[in-house]
């Protein structure tokens, strides 16, 4: 049985920072493409970033380019999400989601296994 557990969600002040984890179990990372989605209290579930099976390949929403960085490391089946210089509209619950075996994408429909969430919260 494949699971994902994020971890690393919190409290921070706007302008601050966070790292995200999401560790997969029951399975090796290998193969899958990951990608991180967030879903704030009234609003749709949107994709945030995405990175392929092999690292190679990665994409953002444009809300967060420059602000957020996604990476893997496989060996510890694991997948980050950095995200640096938060804004109060970047608070929601964050998810983790995987999908075997596809080039990276952010279409939340393409994903088959996802985490239960952390929720990100920016607040002076």
């Known amino acids: 049985q494949l699971q994902l557990v994020e971890s690393g969600g919190g409290l921070v002040h706007p302008g601050g920072s966070l790292k995200l984890s999401c560790v997969l179990s029951?399975?090796?990372?290998?193969?899958?493409?990951m990608a991180w989605f967030r879903q704030a209290p009234g609003k749709e579930r949107e994709g945030v970033s995405c990175?392929?099976?092999?690292?190679?390949?990665?994409n953002y929403a444009d809300s967060v380019k420059g602000r957020f960085t996604i990476s893997r490391d496989n060996a510890k089946n694991t997948v980050y999400l950095q995200m640096n210089s938060l804004k109060p509209e970047d608070t929601a619950v964050y998810y983790c989601a995987a999908a075997f075996e596809i080039a990276a994408t952010m279409e939340a429909y393409e994903y088959d296994y996802w985490g239960q969430g952390t929720q990100v919260t920016v607040s002076s």
């Open positions: 029951g399975f090796t990372l290998d193969h899958y493409a």
């Open positions: 990175i392929s099976s092999n690292g190679g390949s990665t």
